[in-house]
């Protein structure tokens, strides 16, 4: 089994900053991408940021110079650093990594339970 719990959501005025963390923790053979993706009340969820085992990222169009992604493989962690906040980025931000647990070897995609930011304008 693998699990990811995040942490760091809350309510932020626009242009303050915050902080995600994500960390995967159970049976883990490997992490291959982990990233951030978001959902606004009555939109789909879209992706925000992804980083991939190797370092490279790819961010959001609406994000891009506002927020930063970062990883620490030996914690199995991913970090989301927000600055310039805005109201628009108001939504439940989900944790997600594609992992390959000891059992399979298998690589799926796991999901963290989901944690709110809110910008207040």
């Known amino acids: 089994q693998v699990q990811l719990v995040e942490s760091g959501g809350g309510l932020v005025q626009a242009g303050g900053s915050l902080r995600l963390s994500c960390a995967a923790s159970?049976?883990?053979?490997?992490?291959?991408?982990m990233g951030w993706y978001r959902q606004a009340p009555g939109k789909q969820r879209d992706v925000v940021a992804l980083?991939?085992?190797?370092?490279?990222?790819n961010y959001a169009d609406s994000v891009k110079g506002r927020f930063t992604t970062s990883r620490d493989n030996a914690m199995n962690t991913v970090y989301l650093q927000m600055n310039s906040l805005k109201p628009e980025d108001t939504a439940v931000y989900y944790c997600a990594a594609d992992v390959a647990d000891i059992a399979t070897m298998r690589f799926q995609y796991y999901w963290g339970q989901g944690t709110q930011v809110t910008v207040s304008s």
């Open positions: 980083i991939f085992s190797g370092g490279p990222t």
């Open positions: 159970g049976s883990i053979f490997a992490i291959n991408a």
